[in-house]
Each structure stands twice: as structure tokens, then as C-alpha cells.
């Protein structure tokens, strides 16, 4: 059981309790890139990016393999081509595998959405009346 708030981690990219909200509208995990750049290496396409935000500490250049392109609809209701991540999240005691689209949240109060993808794979529920349920866990 997780709250509609949560502390988790994103190891790989070297972020650490990140401040996320649980939406459970939202189909996909989305975390928050800017200067987002595409390229390629040894012929495969990669990504790198910032996840600054205002709720995260994080001055980091990411760089990852592109897992997925596609139109994914934002807060707006309109659809946005983007590009997905695959990496690992920690979150209440799991770490779990998970797709994560790289989206502008600057105006958003978290910087990374957990969906309802991720939470499934966790067979996590929601307590939307309450936050904070889970221990903060650090991790690799």
C-alpha cells in the first residue's frame, strides 16, 4: 500500500528520493527532462538529458538508450511525441523495471508521475488519502 505521494528512487540516473506524485489517470511513468537531445551510438539511438526541477537536486547530464518513441497525451489532453527510458525505480521495498517518458514538468509541482504501468508490475495499491505510507529506501 503506497499513499498518493511517495519518496522513490531512480538509481541508474543517480537520482534518489525524488518527491513523486501517484497518478493513477496516467498510463505511463514520466519524469521530468530538459535539453533533451537525441543522437546515436555504435548505431543504436540514445537520449541525454537534464531532470532538473525545482523539488529535485539534480545538476546531471543522463545519457540512455532509447527504448520506445511514441505519442503519449499530456496534462492537456493533447497527444506529444516522446521518447521512453527503461530503467529501475525503487519505490516501497521494489525495484521494479519500468518505462519512463521524458517530458517538460517545469510547471508541475513533482518531477517524475508514477502511472499506472509501474504500479501494476508492483502490484502496488493506492491509498489516495493518505501520503508518505512507505520508509524512504536508498539504493543501487
Not at 518527491?19 to 537520449?47: C, M, Y
Not at 516522446?82 to 513533482?110: K, Y
Request: hydrophobic share 40%; proline share 5%; glycine share 8%.
Amino acid at each position: 500500500m503506497i499513499g498518493w505521494r511517495e519518496r522513490v528512487a531512480l538509481p541508474e540516473l543517480g537520482l534518489g528520493m525524488i518527491e513523486a506524485k501517484i497518478d493513477t489517470g496516467a498510463r505511463t511513468t514520466a519524469l521530468h527532462a530538459s535539453n533533451i537531445r537525441s543522437f546515436e551510438q555504435d548505431g543504436a539511438p540514445w537520449v541525454e538529458f537534464h531532470p532538473e526541477h525545482d523539488r529535485l537536486d539534480a545538476a546531471r547530464l543522463c545519457r540512455l538508450p532509447v527504448h520506445d518513441r511514441r505519442a503519449i497525451t499530456n496534462t492537456g489532453g493533447v497527444p506529444e511525441d516522446r521518447i521512453i527510458i527503461r530503467t529501475r525505480l525503487l519505490i516501497a521495498g521494489h525495484r521494479l523495471r519500468i518505462e519512463v517518458s521524458l517530458a517538460d514538468r517545469a510547471d508541475m509541482a513533482f518531477p517524475i508521475i508514477i502511472g499506472r504501468t509501474a504500479l501494476r508490475r508492483g502490484k502496488l495499491l493506492v491509498d489516495s488519502g493518505h501520503s508518505w505510507l512507505t520508509n524512504p529506501q536508498k539504493g543501487t
